[in-house]
């Protein structure tokens, strides 16, 4: 059974500061990373995708691969009350099939 | 906006219906994805069409159906519906047979069984 785990949060970050969202897969044989971000009443919208381990960057966001440790994480620096959304993290496995995580939601502070 | 268009916005069916729900690819995209999200939960994948063929399927029954046209356009069929099938259906759509293309996923279809 492939899964995808995110705590569900709330996690609540002063604006200004950096959230930190993080996301495990429970099988090796995983392909490509996805972070999605989802205002509520909307459709996912991707924010950055990853596909080999270490950092990368695209403006205040950064993702993380770990393949060893199985994990990827989000970064988003001076974090805006415009951020606050749920964050979803998808994992790809061979046999294109996609799977998303429950969710992160995440609450920037005035 | 991503340029990938679902319609209708919202429908209402009874238990043991059908319903079909449609999507338009962004321009450029051949590939098309289709995810059942419930409340509060992650979407779900369902199955994804790739030039016309079926390219991959997640674990939902057979009364989940599907259809890609040669515009790539796309359907989603639901036969015999059931209360737990209401949720928002999500189609997105990529350009590539692999599953490490970007998706972009459209607005979505609300569906509420009753």
């Known amino acids: 059974q492939k899964e995808v785990e995110q705590n569900s949060g709330p996690l609540s970050v002063p604006e200004g500061a950096i959230a930190s969202l993080n996301c495990t897969y429970s099988d090796r044989v995983s392909q490509s990373f996805f972070w999605y971000r989802q205002y509520s009443g909307k459709s996912p919208e991707l924010i950055m995708s990853i596909y080999s381990n270490g950092d990368k960057e695209d403006g205040r966001f950064t993702a993380q691969l770990n393949k060893a440790s199985q994990y990827v994480s989000l970064l988003i620096r001076d974090s805006q009350p415009s951020d606050s959304a749920t964050y979803l993290c998808?994992?790809?496995?061979?046999?294109?099939?996609?799977?998303f995580g429950t969710g992160t939601s995440l609450t920037v502070i005035p | 906006e991503t340029g990938v268009t679902q319609s209708p916005t919202h429908l209402i069916k009874t238990r043991g219906q059908q319903v079909t729900l449609r999507c338009s690819s962004q321009s450029g995209h051949n590939t098309v994805s289709w995810y059942q999200q419930a409340l509060g939960q992650g979407p779900q994948f369902i199955f994804q069409y790739y030039r016309e063929e079926e390219n991959g399927r997640g674990n939902f029954p057979p009364r989940f159906s599907g259809l890609q046209f040669p515009n790539y356009s796309s359907e989603l069929n639901v036969n015999a519906l059931e209360l737990d099938d209401s949720a928002l259906y999500l189609c997105a759509s990529s350009s590539g047979q692999v599953s490490s293309y970007e998706q972009y996923f459209g607005p979505g279809t609300r569906l509420t069984v009753t």
């Open positions: 998808a994992v790809t496995y061979t046999g294109n099939q996609f799977y």
